[in-house]
């Protein structure tokens, strides 16, 4: 159990900000994760885990009061929230408690953070942008844990439907991507390939109707991750007064096929103007 709220001193202390690193707000975690089969569901799992009694769907970190005082104290703080809910009723847990600290305080532009949201269902996705939540999903899971999903996990529909970056995208919304290591490797062209293919390790398609194309995975990456960390005036575009972290690929990934994607290559990363790799 965190303690909270944190010691007086760290929040009343002045906080200088570096170049390079900035306290980015609050983490909170409402479950585990459904690959691991502790995530939060309101359907039970395909398959128990040794153990558990069918019908078992996971657990929630906090009971109902505790997860409305912490949002509603961070909100009051102006502490932007990071909330890892990966099952559905962990998300809807989230969902309840930041439209109760709205509702308490007024709405404004918060942007607190989804992390995860694997299983979100399609009328939680709906409720994000009238809650003014950013999802910050994870496609990737897609590829390392899709199969799994699929045979043991949640099964037909429900693992077709994982980190629906599509149906996100048809509510308006903007959303980032992130490769959460060390869970999963920390490679960010495996989160691109996922984001738009949507293939498992053997070569299924998970909900293919949930795949994006090249160019709204980039945006994913680049743009929108800098307007969720309140940082879209100085991030995330090439443009004059942008800060000019760049990588140079071995091919443009808006012109090869999209099965190719994990194949891209990075030649040179660039920070402020600086060379910090160079693969030759």
């Given at each position: 159990?965190?303690?909270?709220?944190?010691?007086?001193?760290?929040?009343?202390?002045?906080?200088?900000?570096?170049?390079?690193?900035?306290?980015?707000?609050?983490?909170?975690?409402?479950?585990?994760?459904?690959?691991?089969?502790?995530?939060?569901?309101?359907?039970?799992?395909?398959?128990?885990?040794?153990?558990?009694?069918?019908?078992?769907?996971?657990?929630?970190?906090?009971?109902?009061?505790?997860?409305?005082?912490?949002?509603?104290?961070?909100?009051?703080?102006?502490?932007?929230?990071?909330?890892?809910?990966?099952?559905?009723?962990?998300?809807?847990?989230?969902?309840?408690?930041?439209?109760?600290?709205?509702?308490?305080?007024?709405?404004?532009?918060?942007?607190?953070?989804?992390?995860?949201?694997?299983?979100?269902?399609?009328?939680?996705?709906?409720?994000?942008?009238?809650?003014?939540?950013?999802?910050?999903?994870?496609?990737?899971?897609?590829?390392?844990?899709?199969?799994?999903?699929?045979?043991?996990?949640?099964?037909?529909?429900?693992?077709?439907?994982?980190?629906?970056?599509?149906?996100?995208?048809?509510?308006?919304?903007?959303?980032?991507?992130?490769?959460?290591?060390?869970?999963?490797?920390?490679?960010?062209?495996?989160?691109?390939?996922?984001?738009?293919?949507?293939?498992?390790?053997?070569?299924?398609?998970?909900?293919?109707?949930q795949r994006v194309?090249?160019?709204?995975?980039?945006?994913?990456?680049?743009?929108?991750?800098?307007?969720?960390?309140?940082?879209?005036?100085?991030?995330?575009?090439?443009?004059?007064?942008?800060?000019?972290?760049?990588?140079?690929?071995?091919?443009?990934p808006l012109k090869?096929?999209?099965?190719?994607?994990?194949?891209?290559?990075?030649?040179?990363?660039?920070?402020?103007?600086?060379?910090?790799?160079?693969?030759?």
């Amino acid at each position: 159990m965190p303690i909270w709220p944190p010691a007086a001193d760290l929040w009343t202390q002045p906080i200088t900000v570096t170049p390079t690193f900035r306290i980015g707000g609050v983490k909170l975690n409402f479950d585990g994760s459904p690959q691991g089969k502790t995530a939060w569901l309101s359907q039970p799992y395909l398959k128990a885990p040794e153990g558990q009694e069918q019908g078992y769907a996971g657990y929630p970190t906090f009971n109902d009061e505790q997860a409305y005082q912490y949002i509603e104290t961070a909100f009051a703080n102006d502490w932007q929230v990071m909330t890892h809910a990966n099952g559905d009723a962990a998300i809807e847990q989230f969902l309840n408690a930041v439209e109760s600290a709205n509702n308490k305080l007024g709405k404004k532009d918060r942007r607190p953070v989804l992390i995860h949201g694997q299983t979100i269902r399609q009328d939680q996705v709906n409720r994000l942008k009238e809650l003014g939540i950013f999802p910050s999903l994870f496609p990737m899971h897609t590829f390392y844990w899709g199969d799994w999903h699929v045979n043991s996990v949640l099964g037909h529909p429900r693992a077709d439907f994982i980190s629906p970056t599509q149906a996100v995208r048809k509510q308006g919304l903007m959303f980032s991507t992130h490769h959460d290591a060390p869970v999963a490797l920390p490679d960010a062209l495996r989160v691109l390939d996922a984001t738009v293919n949507r293939t498992t390790r053997t070569d299924q398609v998970l909900g293919p109707e949930q795949r994006v194309s090249v160019y709204t995975a980039l945006q994913a990456m680049t743009t929108w991750p800098a307007y969720q960390h309140f940082e879209e005036s100085s991030k995330g575009q090439l443009k004059q007064g942008m800060q000019a972290d760049l990588i140079i690929l071995d091919k443009n990934p808006l012109k090869i096929k999209p099965v190719e994607l994990h194949n891209l290559q990075v030649l040179e990363t660039i920070s402020r103007g600086e060379t910090v790799y160079s693969k030759n």
